[in-house]
């Protein structure tokens, strides 16, 4: 996990109830950033790694409070407060089709559950869709009490989010986020979702023939498609360069519609995911 502390200085620990906070966890520590609502401008970036690392069985409270002793203003007031938690937990299903109750055994189909997480889904109007998933019940819990308007985003969301905006007509678009140990991997068929899941991260070359293997298996002409990354910089360099051998076209995502902090712009692509958590409802 990359260690990393970026403030843009005009940053105001008395001013977050108009700043949006959003945190991705993940079991080595916790990323988050910070948005100026009022400028749509991202102010801060910082990566805390834990102390001890956690497991799928390990509870939350210790590496929460590991946190806000180290930025206490995290506990004040924000605009909008998002979570997400690096996992490969999670499924789409068709909206017409999802039950509330059932949304557990519909997870279950296609992943193991850890005994200490739970079940969260969100709703995808765009592409009809509904995404389940899960995370730990501890890491909810205690920043719920910290937060009591805090959203619960999947992690896969931003991606699709990001999909979305660019899907139509006549277009094959792929979203590839990369995490630490697993890509999760996204394709739309003009307007239409046609692809959700998760891969290991193996080699560059074995992602590579995932997704061409996956675009085969769904007809997707690769010499019309497009294909945006984000996630870790040393394998999104060599993915975007290997892959463009194959695809019609590859780019880095960038949030667009919002402006950076001249400290944070380097690292929009790489915590793209992060910082689109602002823009999921």
């Known amino acids: 996990m990359l260690k990393i502390e970026l403030f843009d200085e005009t940053f105001d620990q008395n001013r977050t109830e108009s700043y949006s906070l959003s945190i991705q966890a993940c079991l080595n520590g916790f990323y988050f ?52 938690f690096e996992s490969p937990v999670f499924t789409v299903v068709p909206s017409p089709l999802f039950q509330t109750e059932k949304a557990k055994s519909l997870l279950e189909l296609t992943n193991d559950v850890p005994p200490l997480y739970e079940v969260r889904y969100n709703s995808f109007e765009k592409f009809n869709a509904t ?5 730990p019940c501890t890491l909810v819990k205690a920043l719920s009490d910290i937060h009591t308007n805090i959203q619960v985003i999947s992690f896969t969301t931003p991606g699709l989010h990001q999909l979305a905006e660019k899907a139509g007509e006549d277009r094959n678009i792929a979203y590839i986020c990369l995490a630490d140990k697993f890509a999760a991997f996204n394709i739309a068929k003009n307007n239409t979702l046609v692809h959700s899941g998760s891969f290991p991260i193996v080699s560059t070359e074995e992602t590579v023939y995932h997704i061409l293997n996956t675009f085969k298996h769904l007809e997707v002409n690769t010499q019309l498609s497009e294909v945006i990354i984000c996630g870790k910089n040393d394998e999104e360099e060599q993915l ?14 960038s949030p667009e519609g919002t402006h950076f902090s001249y400290l944070l712009s380097r690292q929009r692509s790489r915590f793209a995911n992060l910082f689109n958590l602002s823009s999921c409802e």
């Open 131 to 135: 995404i389940v998933f899960a995370l």
């Open 240 to 253: 975007e360069s290997l892959l463009g051998r194959f695809v019609h076209k590859t780019q880095k995502d």
């Open 33 to 84: 950033s910070v948005k100026d609502l009022v400028r749509d401008y991202f102010i801060v970036l910082v990566g805390m790694p834990l102390d001890t690392p956690l497991t799928e069985n390990s509870e939350w409270y210790n590496a929460t409070n590991e946190l806000i002793n180290k930025y206490p203003w995290i506990k004040n007031s924000f605009k909008k407060v998002s979570i997400s």
